[in-house]
């Protein structure tokens, strides 16, 4: 959607609302396969032409839908450590990501197969390791590692692992492996004595 189109609260923003909950919901029931401009529309009870109008394809409702995520107010945790706040993301990366019935995960894995949904998808991941920044830079003001760790290797190194079990090895991770990922990032970060 073009930007100055929609004004927040209003017919507009409650028109992709609930279009963006019925592409989530299309994506659970049906699956990729079965997801669609129509059965999209339909669910949402919002006329195809808008759908079509608004959104193009599916790539662009799968695109929207990973932009309408990335303006949530999500914040990482504190839990006063290095360690305690990646585990606690690793965490919320088993939950959200981790089920075979994960919406999130359906989409993720969706995203890769139409180009705008793509773009999407990484804008919404980088966003999500910008914010999520703060718990290597909180450490680092702690004390906890040197001021030269770059906080996205951090965070790739602890938790792109379980992305990859998840995604692409189609296995399920446990919070054991995830806490394993966490203490070897960790360990390898800490200060010489």
């Known amino acids: ?18 279009v963006l909950a019925a592409v ?7 699956g990729l396969e079965g997801l669609g401009v129509d059965g999209v529309a ?37 839990h006063g450590s290095l360690r305690a706040d990646l585990e606690a993301l690793a965490r919320e990366v088993l939950e959200y990501v981790g089920p075979p019935e994960s919406s999130v995960r359906a989409l993720m894995g969706a995203a890769e197969r139409f180009p705008r949904a793509s773009e999407a998808l990484h804008r919404f991941l980088d966003d999500r390791y910008r914010r999520s920044a703060v718990v290597v830079e909180r450490a680092v003001a702690r004390g906890e590692v040197d001021g030269s760790v770059d906080p996205r290797r951090v965070l790739v190194g602890a938790l792109g692992p379980l992305y990859h079990h998840l995604l692409h ?17 960790v360990d390898g970060l800490r200060r010489p004595t």
Do not use: I, K
């Not at 927040?8 to 609930?18: F, H, I, K, L």
């Not at 989530?24 to 049906?30: S, W």
């Not at 932009?67 to 990482?76: F, K, N």
């Not at 090895?169 to 990032?185: C, I, N, Q, S």
């Open 24 to 30: 989530v919901e299309e994506l659970a029931v049906n």
């Open 169 to 185: 090895l189609g296995d399920a991770p446990t919070e054991a492996d995830a806490a394993g990922y966490v203490r070897a990032v």
């Open 1 to 18: 959607m073009a930007s100055g189109t929609s004004r927040p609260g209003g017919r507009t923003a409650r028109v992709r609302e609930q």
């Open 42 to 78: 339909a669910r949402s009870g919002v006329h195809r032409a808008t759908v079509f109008r608004r959104w193009g394809d599916v790539g662009g409702l799968l695109a929207d839908t990973f932009d309408a995520a990335a303006a949530d107010a999500w914040t990482p945790p504190d």
